[in-house]
């Protein structure tokens, strides 16, 4: 099955400052990656997500980057606040068929 | 977004009890559900994904006796933990697929916390 490595566990930034969160994926049959922002105690909320056929997807301060040939995408934050702060995941899956996720990134941002 | 509901949010159970867990798709029909558990401070772990009817199928190492999972129509999904355990105290959450064309998403119930005591 489908294996999704997510660096690294906690990130803690300055408000203000960027924070770039990597996955890597092992099945080449994956072709949709998606990125949640999960709050404590809260369901996962859809934050964006990206399809194989593009490299690069934006809205507004949040970024995804997709490397297909390398099998890793990454996620992009510019400009964070403190409410960015939460446990962000990254999933990949083939077609919808199922869903696997990374091991989460704390992210911490300090005002 | 799309909305997921998933109740309930929260159930005390004694051991040996079997509780229920359900998880609607309010606004979109879900052909396919998934159930995950999540320990705390860890990530989503997919027991089962759950196809409109038909059987679950199930990942490696979740038992299907002790998981049951129904998916009746195309906006319920349920869970019911049998003979439920002290080590099946968890958080449960489900997911429903979205399949609108060009535009597929997954979308999060909100969670049940269990506690079996």
């Known amino acids: 099955g489908e294996n999704v490595e997510q660096h690294p566990s906690t990130l803690s930034v300055q408000e203000g400052d960027s924070a770039v969160i990597k996955c890597t994926y092992s099945d080449s049959a994956s072709n949709y990656f998606p990125w949640y922002k999960q709050e404590l105690g809260k369901r996962p909320q859809l934050i964006i997500d990206?399809?194989?056929?593009?490299g690069e997807k934006k809205d507004q301060r949040i970024a995804v980057t997709l490397n297909k040939t390398a099998k890793h995408f990454s996620l992009h934050i510019t400009e964070t606040q403190p409410e960015d702060s939460a446990v962000y995941f990254c999933a990949a899956s083939s077609n919808f068929n199922k869903f696997y996720f990374g091991s989460g990134t704390k992210l911490n941002v300090k005002p | 977004g799309a909305v997921v509901s998933q109740h309930p949010s929260r159930v005390i159970c004694k051991s040996g009890t079997s509780v229920k867990i359900e998880c609607r798709s309010l606004?979109?029909?879900?052909?396919?559900m998934f159930w995950y558990r999540q320990f705390p401070k860890q990530s989503l772990m997919l027991m089962a994904t759950s196809n409109e009817g038909s059987k679950a199928t199930y990942e490696q190492g979740v038992e299907k006796d002790k998981f049951l999972i129904n998916h009746a129509s195309l906006t319920l999904s349920t869970l019911t933990v049998t003979s439920a355990h002290p080590e099946d105290s968890s958080f449960y959450i489900c997911?429903?697929?979205?399949?609108?064309?060009?535009?597929?998403?997954?979308?999060f119930g909100s969670g049940t916390q269990l506690s079996v005591l």
């Open positions: 606004d979109f029909q879900a052909t396919t």
């Open positions: 990206i399809r194989s056929n593009v």
């Open positions: 997911s429903a697929s979205r399949t609108r064309t060009g535009d597929e998403k997954l979308f």
